[in-house]
């Protein structure tokens, strides 16, 4: 259907009056305060939630602010939207950032939130309250499409109030006077907790409501007089509803007591001459001054020195006939009620009575000395004079350092030195009585406290008995009582009482310049501050003779061995010159002393052995004492190493033992217990050994150790020759025989053969037949090939490797004779034997060693050494101080904790 010209241009201005006068959105950044959003938005969408928290559960209390929460929640994305919250009754606020208020009305902000705050608060009175609110939910597109919204209301009731309620009103004090204002006191209770607003206070005055006072909470005493009825009604409201009237107990002014004024004894500065006259002043606050009244009765007492004295109750004056030059006279006036409701308060007043009499006078007040010093006394002297010629009866005395009144001190005379300090002032203030008045203190002089030279408290010399060989020491103790430090001291030294000046200051006398027989004293003088104390003279002490004594004492050598005698080394010297002679010689070993050496200057080497420690003591005489017991340094008797020598064979052979002798090794002070071989690696004991060695030279090394552990090495390079051998070794087969042919070595004509074949050695093989001629021959063998080996035997051993000639057997070599075929049955039949015999002989091994062995161990191997035994890998690691035992079948070592070591096979030794 096509549409005409006018149809559209009609739907078209339709479209525009209804945009005219449709609203903008409510999610517009500057708000709306529309009711609903159906101008921009079309009708409203349910899926739209609206909350509004912060409202009181069921009702609101009157005049009180409540913060609201407005939350909007949709499908619709963006996070953007709007609101608008009216109210039946009360008054909205804007929350800063979040909402504000137009027309009453409350409004968002911006409009990028769905959540927003506004304060709201309730009215005073008034009951149910209508929110009515509308939110919208927008897309952010700017277009009034795709948006929701939805319009809701809540309500709320005022909640319901109960009056307040006052308890325990009471009017303060409870037995007023005139002198005290009245205030009420209540207790305020409200059910709900509503605040205190608008209570009415009301009094009342004998009866009769005092207008005046309404509402206030206090009575001024302009308003009261004695006798009056005082009561106070108390109604309570919270602002909203008034609670029940409350009215207190009823309180009576009570009679206010007089009171003493302008209490005083004339004159105020009586003297002993002078009546004392009691003048005072009463007051009662009940009287009206306007008023007339007849006058209070009173109580007078007058006390001395806090004593009653009765014969002047209720009197206003005592006589000067009474009184005398410094009593204490206290009156007590104590009026009483006109009402006679009792006496008032008490009110004293004192004075003291002066003299008439004409006071002394002290003058001319000194202290002396007039330069003190600090370990001086301080005396105090004065002048009195008496104008009524009275005598001094008593005198204060007050002393003052640094101008402070030292009260500790007050009434000594004369001030002890122990009270003063150098550099101090001090002054003195004395004060005198006639008996009746003392006088106008008078203060002296102020004089300083100078330094006290230093002393000397004690000097000794010590040794108190020294010898013309002492040093004599001078030992002194300065004191200071300023406590000034002693700097310094001057020493004189007196020799027969007479003054050395050469030995001036020396605190230490040298023995050197002393002599037997001399008595020596000294004088010591301290100096602190630049002042000199009093000398001191010390005891004196007389030289004694000085016993000799060795300048030298030792034994020779210092590091003897028992080779050689021991011998004293002596020089003695005596500090007095006297003849020194030897009076004892004692010689000691290993701490026990030789008697057959007693007096000897030596110690013959028979009777040294090594290891021993030797001490020498000696004593000497000069004829008029004898010197204590003087010891030489010790000396330990030196080991003397033993030697060791090697004796070899003239010319020893490879292949050949050779023998190494060490049985010439010697040791001159003891024994050789030890004997270790070492060449070409391989480890041996015992003073001979025997040994196979290739041709060429070889280093034989023999260690020996003596039986206090010394030792000794030798090495030697022993040459060692080509091993005898046959030459021209010739092999042929005729008649079946082998016949092998040679021409023997020099000097060794017996040799032995080896067959073997395949190329196999001799080693483990034995020999197929011995001669000492120069030929030998056998049947021969199997087919193939054999090689036979010619040995040279020298002493039953085989020398060398032998030298080889190979014989190839055919076929045709063994077609033998029948006796040659049966020569060679016979040949195996032998070797067939010698099998059983190796057999047996392993089976007597087993049985003899092995079987028993096991027995011992049930059938176990032998365990390991437990973790106290080790294994060393050589004698060099034994340990230190044993001896060797070559007594037995195996050579031992044992040390002197107790513990034993005994060689293995391989050279190792372990511990037993």
């Known amino acids: 259907?096509?549409?005409?010209?006018?149809?559209?241009?009609?739907?078209?201005?339709?479209?525009?009056?209804?945009?005219?006068?449709?609203?903008?959105?409510?999610?517009?950044?500057?708000?709306?305060?529309?009711?609903?959003?159906?101008?921009?938005?079309?009708?409203?969408?349910?899926?739209?939630?609206?909350?509004?928290?912060?409202?009181?559960?069921?009702?609101?209390?009157?005049?009180?602010?409540?913060?609201?929460?407005?939350?909007?929640?949709?499908?619709?994305?963006?996070?953007?939207?709007?609101?608008?919250?009216?109210?039946?009754?009360?008054?909205?606020?804007?929350?800063?950032?979040?909402?504000?208020?137009?027309?009453?009305?409350?409004?968002?902000?911006?409009?990028?939130?769905?959540?927003?705050?506004?304060?709201?608060?309730?009215?005073?009175?008034?009951?149910?309250?209508?929110?009515?609110?509308?939110?919208?939910?927008?897309?952010?597109?700017?277009?009034?499409?795709?948006?929701k919204w939805k319009a809701d209301s809540f309500t709320r009731d005022k909640a319901t109030n109960s009056p307040p309620t006052v308890s325990?009103?009471?009017?303060?004090?409870?037995?007023?006077?005139?002198?005290?204002?009245?205030?009420?006191?209540?207790?305020?209770?409200?059910?709900?907790?509503?605040?205190?607003?608008?209570?009415?206070?009301?009094?009342?005055?004998?009866?009769?409501?005092?207008?005046?006072?309404?509402?206030?909470?206090?009575?001024?005493?302009?308003?009261?007089?004695?006798?009056?009825?005082?009561?106070?009604?108390?109604?309570?409201?919270?602002?909203?509803?008034?609670?029940?009237?409350?009215?207190?107990?009823?309180?009576?002014?009570?009679?206010?007591?007089?009171?003493?004024?302008?209490?005083?004894i004339s004159p105020i500065n009586p003297q002993d001459d002078d009546d004392l006259t009691v003048v005072f002043a009463l007051f009662d606050a009940d009287d009206d001054p306007d008023t007339t009244y007849p006058p209070m009765s009173v109580e007078i007492r007058w006390r001395l020195e806090g004593v009653l004295r009765s014969e002047w109750d209720n009197q206003s004056t005592v006589p000067f006939t009474a009184i005398r030059a410094?009593?204490?006279?206290?009156?007590?006036?104590?009026?009483?009620?006109?009402?006679?409701?009792?006496?008032?308060?008490?009110?004293?007043?004192?004075?003291?009575?002066?003299?008439?009499?004409?006071?002394?006078?002290v003058s001319d007040v000194i202290i002396t000395p007039g330069e003190p010093r600090t370990g001086d006394d301080l005396d105090v002297s004065w002048e009195f004079f008496d104008g009524d010629l009275d005598l001094v009866d008593q005198c204060t005395i007050e002393w003052i350092r640094n101008a402070v009144h030292e009260t500790v001190y007050d009434g000594l005379d004369p001030l002890p030195a122990s009270a003063t300090t150098k550099d101090e002032s001090w002054a003195?203030?004395?004060?005198?009585?006639?008996?009746?008045?003392?006088?106008?203190?008078?203060?002296?002089?102020?004089?300083?406290?100078?330094?006290?030279?230093?002393?000397?408290?004690?000097?000794?010399?010590?040794?108190?008995?020294?010898?013309?060989?002492?040093?004599?020491?001078?030992?002194?103790?300065?004191?200071?009582?300023?406590?000034?430090?002693?700097?310094?001291?001057?020493?004189?030294?007196?020799?027969?009482?007479?003054?050395?000046?050469?030995?001036?200051?020396?605190?230490?006398?040298?023995?050197s310049y002393t002599a037997r027989g001399e008595e020596w004293y000294?004088?010591?003088?301290?100096?602190?501050?630049?002042?000199?104390?009093?000398?001191?003279?010390?005891?004196?002490?007389?030289?004694?003779?000085?016993?000799?004594?060795?300048?030298?004492?030792?034994?020779?050598?210092?590091?003897?061995?028992?080779?050689?005698?021991?011998?004293?080394?002596l020089t003695t010297m005596d500090t007095d010159d006297d003849t020194v002679t030897i009076s004892s010689v004692r010689w000691m070993r290993d701490g026990f002393e030789i008697s057959e050496l007693a007096g000897e200057t030596s110690a013959p080497a028979r009777l040294l052995a090594p290891g021993q420690t030797w001490i020498v003591h000696v004593t000497l005489s000069d004829g008029m004492s004898t010197s204590s017991e003087f010891s030489s340094a010790e000396v330990v008797v030196g080991n003397i190493p033993p030697v060791a020598v090697i004796i070899t064979p003239d010319e020893p052979k490879a292949g050949l033992p050779i023998v190494l002798d060490g049985s010439n090794s010697s040791d001159s002070d003891g024994r050789i217990t030890a004997y270790f071989w070492k060449v070409d690696g391989e480890s041996s004991t015992g003073s001979v050994t025997s040994i196979i060695l290739p041709a060429g030279a070889h280093d034989v090394n023999l260690t020996v150790l003596d039986d206090v552990g010394g030792r000794h090495s030798t090495v030697i390079t022993l040459v060692v020759g080509q091993s005898p051998a046959i030459s021209g070794l010739a092999a042929v087969i005729e008649d079946g025989m082998v016949v092998l042919s040679w021409t023997p070595a020099s000097g060794f004509p017996d040799v032995a053969i080896h067959r073997t074949s395949e190329g196999e050695g001799i080693e483990g093989t034995d020999a197929i037949g011995t001669t000492n001629l120069s030929s030998w021959?056998?049947?021969?063998?199997?087919?193939?090939?054999?090689?036979?080996?010619?040995?040279?035997?020298?002493?039953?051993?085989?020398?060398?490797?032998?030298?080889?000639?190979?014989?190839?057997?055919?076929?045709?070599?063994?077609?033998?004779?029948?006796?040659?075929?049966?020569?060679?049955?016979?040949?195996?039949?032998?070797?067939?034997?010698?099998?059983?015999?190796?057999?047996?002989?392993?089976?007597?091994?087993?049985?003899v060693i092995l079987l028993p062995r096991l027995r011992e161990t049930g059938g176990v191997p032998v365990a390991e050494p437990s973790s106290t035994t080790h294994v060393v890998p050589s004698w060099e690691h034994l340990p230190t101080g044993g001896s060797y035992d070559q007594s037995g079948p195996v050579l031992l070592y044992a040390i002197p904790d107790g513990s034993r070591w005994e060689q293995q096979l391989d050279g190792t030794w372990r511990r037993l």
């Open 777 to 847: 021959s056998e049947p021969i063998h199997t087919i193939g090939q054999h090689t036979y080996v010619v040995v040279v035997v020298v002493d039953g051993q085989s020398a060398g490797s032998g030298v080889p000639v190979t014989v190839e057997i055919t076929q045709a070599h063994s077609a033998a004779s029948s006796a040659e075929a049966a020569t060679i049955e016979d040949d195996n039949g032998l070797q067939w034997l010698m099998y059983v015999f190796a057999l047996l002989t392993l089976f007597a091994v087993i049985s």
């Open 522 to 569: 000294a004088s010591v003088q301290a100096w602190a501050d630049g002042k000199a104390g009093s000398p001191l003279l010390t005891s004196s002490v007389m030289i004694l003779n000085s016993p000799p004594f060795p300048s030298l004492l030792a034994i020779s050598p210092t590091q003897p061995t028992a080779a050689s005698d021991l011998t004293l080394d």
């Open 1 to 147: 259907m096509t549409l005409s010209h006018r149809t559209l241009t009609t739907l078209l201005l339709v479209l525009l009056l209804i945009g005219a006068a449709a609203p903008l959105s409510h999610g517009s950044s500057g708000g709306r305060t529309d009711s609903s959003c159906s101008g921009c938005h079309g009708s409203a969408d349910n899926s739209v939630t609206i909350t509004l928290e912060g409202l009181p559960s069921q009702m609101w209390s009157p005049s009180t602010t409540y913060r609201l929460f407005v939350n909007a929640t949709s499908s619709v994305g963006g996070g953007k939207g709007g609101f608008s919250l009216d109210v039946s009754a009360g008054s909205l606020a804007g929350v800063s950032g979040s909402s504000k208020v137009q027309g009453g009305k409350a409004t968002h902000v911006n409009p990028n939130s769905r959540s927003w705050q506004i304060d709201w608060t309730s009215p005073t009175s008034g009951s149910f309250v209508t929110f009515d609110v509308a939110a919208n939910t927008a897309n952010g597109n700017g277009q009034a499409t795709g948006d």
């Open 326 to 361: 410094g009593d204490q006279w206290d009156v007590t006036v104590t009026p009483y009620d006109r009402d006679g409701e009792g006496a008032g308060t008490p009110s004293s007043v004192s004075v003291r009575v002066n003299s008439s009499n004409t006071p002394p006078v």
């Open 168 to 264: 325990n009103v009471a009017i303060s004090p409870a037995l007023p006077t005139v002198t005290s204002p009245l205030s009420v006191t209540y207790s305020y209770s409200d059910p709900e907790a509503n605040p205190e607003s608008g209570t009415q206070i009301r009094w009342e005055r004998n009866g009769s409501p005092v207008g005046s006072l309404d509402d206030l909470t206090s009575v001024s005493v302009d308003d009261l007089e004695k006798g009056q009825v005082w009561v106070v009604k108390v109604t309570p409201s919270d602002g909203m509803d008034p609670g029940a009237e409350v009215t207190s107990d009823p309180v009576t002014i009570q009679n206010t007591l007089p009171t003493v004024t302008s209490l005083s």
């Open 428 to 511: 003195v203030r004395v004060s005198c009585s006639d008996g009746e008045v003392f006088s106008q203190a008078v203060t002296s002089s102020a004089i300083s406290i100078n330094d006290t030279p230093p002393t000397v408290s004690a000097a000794t010399l010590s040794p108190a008995q020294p010898s013309s060989s002492d040093d004599i020491i001078l030992a002194w103790q300065g004191d200071d009582v300023d406590g000034d430090q002693v700097t310094e001291v001057s020493i004189a030294w007196f020799k027969d009482a007479e003054e050395v000046p050469s030995l001036e200051n020396m605190t230490t006398l040298s023995s």
